[in-house]
């Protein structure tokens, strides 16, 4: 996991290019359930600032952390004035006097390392504050798409899912992290939702997308090539996503 969790940074602009941002009605959800002011808020693994400019957007002083340093160097590139940049893994994070009323992390909670993670979260969050956790996979809409991807790749990527860090079976209705926080009992009012998101990219772009999930980017070059040559061939020229989020959201205890 070490190698994956650390291999954005050689694609940092094209993830900045191909990932798409986070919509709004992500950011209404996570303000609604704090249900009080957010002044301040700890992202944890940046990247290249995608949901850094979805919360500071709403004039919330936002601290982005990151530990790839091509990562945060992509992110400062567009930063709003009121972000503070952190170069540091979630596990170097030092908590401040009173803590953050939010602290929340896009599509990179997994990467981190599991030891007392919901205890190094509280730690880091004022009394009754908000986590916040989300991310979610693009994935071809249509079903016959989406067997002819995963046929074009198999050779060369069994999965490019992450699985559940706790092992949580799929059908259970709380996934991870939800079920770490509830375990933890460091938090309350566990909370698992889902946004909506639906696109239609170009299949260049899909692919362009591709090179940017760690499945790929641990391949050789070779075979991210010729993997990624298939996939193409088994695309239409217009790819509908899905790209649907998962979301926790936990109040300290
Ligand atoms: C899939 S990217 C998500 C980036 C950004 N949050 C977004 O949603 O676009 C995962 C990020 O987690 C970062 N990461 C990896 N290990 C980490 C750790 N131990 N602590 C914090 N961030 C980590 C990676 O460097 C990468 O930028």
Same mark, same amino acid.
């Given at each position: 996991?070490?190698?994956?969790?650390?291999?954005?940074?050689?694609?940092?602009?094209?993830?900045?290019?191909?990932?798409?941002?986070?919509?709004?009605?992500? &950011?209404?959800?996570?303000?609604?359930?704090?249900?009080?002011?957010?002044?301040?808020?700890?992202?944890?693994?940046?990247?290249?600032?995608?949901?850094?400019?979805?919360?500071?957007? +709403?004039?919330?002083?936002?601290?982005?952390?990151?530990?790839?340093?091509?990562?945060?160097?992509? =992110?400062?590139?567009? /930063?709003?004035?009121? &972000?503070?940049?952190?170069?540091?893994?979630?596990?170097? /994070?030092?908590?401040?006097?009173?803590?953050?009323?939010? !602290?929340?992390?896009?599509?990179?909670?997994?990467?981190?390392?599991?030891?007392?993670?919901?205890?190094?979260?509280?730690?880091? /969050?004022?009394?009754?504050?908000?986590?916040?956790?989300?991310?979610? #996979?693009?994935?071809?809409?249509?079903?016959? &798409?989406?067997?002819? !991807?995963?046929?074009?790749?198999?050779?060369? &990527?069994?999965?490019?899912?992450?699985?559940?860090?706790?092992?949580?079976?799929?059908?259970?209705?709380?996934?991870?992290?939800?079920?770490?926080?509830?375990?933890?009992?460091?938090?309350?009012? !566990? #909370? #698992?939702?889902? !946004?909506? +998101?639906?696109?239609?990219?170009?299949?260049?772009?899909?692919?362009?997308?591709?090179?940017?999930?760690?499945?790929? =980017?641990?391949?050789?070059?070779?075979?991210?090539?010729?993997?990624?040559?298939?996939? +193409?061939?088994?695309?239409?020229?217009?790819?509908?996503?899905?790209?649907?989020?998962?979301?926790? /959201?936990?109040?300290?205890?």
């Amino acid at each position: 996991m070490t190698e994956r969790s650390r291999s954005f940074g050689s694609a940092a602009a094209a993830y900045e290019r191909f990932r798409p941002g986070y919509p709004d009605e992500l &950011v209404d959800h996570v303000l609604g359930y704090a249900g009080r002011p957010v002044r301040t808020a700890l992202e944890i693994g940046a990247g290249t600032g995608k949901a850094t400019r979805a919360f500071a957007g +709403r004039g919330i002083a936002v601290t982005a952390s990151e530990p790839d340093p091509a990562m945060l160097e992509e =992110l400062r590139t567009h /930063l709003p004035a009121t &972000v503070t940049t952190v170069l540091a893994a979630f596990e170097e /994070l030092i908590p401040i006097d009173h803590g953050y009323d939010l !602290v929340y992390a896009a599509a990179a909670l997994h990467w981190t390392a599991a030891r007392q993670r919901p205890a190094r979260i509280a730690a880091l /969050l004022a009394p009754g504050g908000t986590f916040a956790s989300f991310g979610g #996979q693009l994935q071809p809409a249509d079903p016959d &798409v989406a067997a002819a !991807v995963r046929a074009a790749r198999s050779a060369v &990527v069994d999965s490019d899912e992450i699985p559940s860090p706790d092992g949580t079976p799929p059908e259970d209705p709380m996934q991870w992290p939800g079920s770490e926080l509830i375990r933890s009992g460091r938090f309350i009012d !566990v #909370q #698992q939702l889902t !946004v909506q +998101r639906r696109m239609t990219i170009s299949a260049d772009d899909y692919l362009g997308h591709l090179t940017t999930v760690s499945a790929y =980017l641990t391949l050789a070059e070779s075979a991210r090539v010729t993997v990624l040559q298939r996939i +193409r061939r088994a695309l239409p020229d217009s790819v509908r996503i899905s790209a649907d989020l998962t979301v926790h /959201l936990a109040r300290k205890a």
